[in-house]
């Protein structure tokens, strides 16, 4: 059982910039697959980005967002910046906690565990 908590969330105005972390309960195996997903109000919820052995990140936050990760401390950042209003949703921290082929990071159903989300919240 691996239980992730979300913080860093908040208002900001367009242009500005947020870290978002996910601290994760219990050893995390270094193959294991860490994510970021985001839900904006009506819509459902997307990939954003995630890191194992490599990174791979959603197009629409490539160039503005960074994900990276501490094994050391269980941990899983976001770093936002260049923020626009369309980034406006609940950021959702989710982990795979055995290996899978990078070509389905981006797929939801493939995560074990999931994190109850931080709004982050972009203002124009």
């Known amino acids: 059982q691996v239980q992730l908590v979300e913080s860093g969330g908040g208002l900001v105005q367009t242009g500005g910039s947020l870290r978002l972390s996910c601290a994760a309960s219990?050893?995390?195996?270094?193959?294991?697959?860490m994510a970021w997903f985001r839900q904006a109000p009506g819509k459902e919820r997307e990939f954003v980005a995630a890191q194992s052995w490599s990174t791979k990140l959603a197009d629409s936050v490539r160039g503005r967002f960074t994900i990276s990760r501490d094994n050391a401390k269980n941990a899983l950042y976001l770093q936002m910046n260049s923020l626009k209003p369309e980034d406006t949703a609940v950021y959702y921290c989710?982990?795979?906690?055995?290996?899978?082929?990078?070509?389905?990071?981006?797929?939801?159903?493939?995560?074990?565990?999931w994190g109850q989300g931080t709004q982050v919240t972009v203002s124009s």
């Open positions: 989710a982990i795979r906690t055995t290996r899978i082929i990078e070509g389905v990071w981006s797929e939801q159903s493939v995560y074990d565990y």
């Open positions: 219990g050893g995390v195996d270094r193959n294991a697959v």
